[in-house]
């Protein structure tokens, strides 16, 4: 019997983890595409409201975050050439009543331009106003790909100095439209500029596991093919018990973007789950022996 219970509580223990490891990855694409349906909601709300304000901007997106609690900034930014960009400067002085003119030199002489035009919460982030996310070479890759695919796009890693410290993040972009009537029954659709979104990695994650998963794991996330993690869960105290080698690891693709999981089991927390069930064995061991006891004394 105790052979048995051992061999099927080891099989048990790894069919286990396989279980919690696929738990985890459901649960960090759940959140995945839970941000990405919020970001289409304002989206869909931008394209169909083409002189949407300020304050009823803010107003949708203060009812947004309390749902997609990994956003930190939601904005929209238009799509403009560069011989546009002085009426929009204007657009600007008149919208924030002081002025704020569009910064961030376009990387090659006929690229567009695409500026901040709302943010929120916008005391905190009110430096991005106005700023060119097309001047930055890595979000211009992405903002590019969002363009031919038309489809919702996430930028490589950034860092956010938050708090004196920093926090991992990245930049979901999706495409805002405008209709174009052609003739009856037809239309085309001609690129507006693009909702934008910075979330919080830390957040994500922490959404997509509940309590007994993060005991369970330790973590590290990496950009696919870099050798330095951006985000993980192992401190100082923990990293003693972790060896180098992962135990599983897993690829993500976020909205292009991907990312490779490595994980370390809590063997501590694994044997302390054991070690209740072997309690179990322990108490039909006593059972069975005090069974044949009784009967042989009867």
């Known amino acids: 019997i105790t052979s048995f219970f051992v ?6 223990s790894q069919q286990l983890v396989k279980q919690e490891v696929n738990v985890v990855e459901n649960g960090i694409y759940r959140q995945i595409n839970s941000n990405i349906n919020q970001l289409k909601k304002l989206a869909i709300l931008i394209q169909t409201n083409p002189k949407l304000s ?6 949708y997106v203060s009812t947004i975050n309390q749902e997609a609690t990994a956003f930190t900034a939601m904005s929209w930014n238009p799509l403009i050439t560069q011989s546009n960009k002085a009426e929009h400067e204007n657009e600007l002085t ?4 002081s002025p ?11 690229d567009p331009i695409i500026y901040v035009k709302y943010i929120s919460p916008e005391k905190q982030n009110a430096k991005a106003l106005g700023f060119n996310v097309y001047s930055n070479n890595s979000r211009k890759q992405t903002l590019t790909s ?3 695919n038309y489809q919702p796009r996430a930028t490589p890693i950034i860092q956010l100095v938050q708090s004196k410290h920093k926090e991992p993040a990245f930049l979901l972009f999706y495409p805002v439209f405008e209709d174009f009537l052609v003739k009856e029954n037809e239309s085309i659709k001609r690129l507006k500029g693009f909702a934008t979104a910075i979330v919080l990695v830390e957040k994500l994650i922490n959404n997509a596991m509940n309590e ?3 005991k369970f794991f330790y973590y590290k996330i990496f950009e696919h093919n870099k050798t330095d993690y951006f985000t993980s869960n192992i401190d100082e105290p923990v990293r003693a018990l972790v060896g180098e080698k992962e135990d599983f690891n897993a690829i993500f693709d976020v909205a292009g973007q991907a990312w490779e999981m490595k994980y370390f089991l809590n063997k501590e927390f694994i044997i302390n789950e054991q070690t209740e069930d072997f309690l179990t064995l322990y108490f039909l061991l006593v059972v069975i022996v005090i069974s044949i ?3 042989i004394l009867l």
């Open 54 to 59: 300020k304050k009823s901007f803010h107003q």
């Open 293 to 295: 006891i009784m009967s």
């Open 146 to 148: 969002t363009m031919v």
């Open 94 to 97: 008149h919208i924030y009543q």
């Open 100 to 110: 704020i003119h569009i910064k961030g030199q376009p990387i090659l002489e006929d």
């Open 7 to 12: 061999t099927t509580a080891n099989e048990n």
């Open 212 to 214: 007994r998963l993060k």
